[in-house]
Every structure is written in C-alpha cells, then in structure tokens.
C-alpha cells in the first residue's frame, strides 16, 4: 500500500468520519447506526490510503509514488 491521501484530505476524512460515527450517541432508534459509515473515511485518514483513489488513479498526496 502506497501513501495516496494527502495532508488536507486526511484531516477532512478524520472529522467526517468522527461526525458521522457522533451519529451513534446524537441519534435514537435504527436511525444512529448510520453512524457506522463514518469507520470508512476515520480508517483511510488514519492509514492515509483509500482503496477507491487506487483503483481510480488519484493522489492528493503531492509526491508521487514509485510504482
């Protein structure tokens, strides 16, 4: 797995996804486990690789890799 999540793109994919998983304890009933979505882009700001920009070929990262 080659870095392809840059610096901006990952602290907006950290908050998203923190504000999406604050669904669980905000909402009541079914409805919070929407919340649930938000593990999707915490996860790829945290590893800074998003399988969807491998597979379409894009890098906000600003360097680029060497495959």
């Known amino acids: 797995m080659t870095v392809n999540v840059g610096n901006a793109d990952r602290i ?26 938000g593990l999707v882009p915490l996860a790829t700001g945290l590893m800074r690789w998003c399988p969807a920009y491998s597979v379409l070929g894009t890098n906000t990262c600003g360097t680029k890799s060497a495959t």
């Open 12 to 37: 907006i994919r950290i908050v998203v996804g923190l504000a999406l998983l604050s669904l669980l304890f905000l909402l009541e009933g079914n409805a919070r486990w929407w919340g649930l979505i």
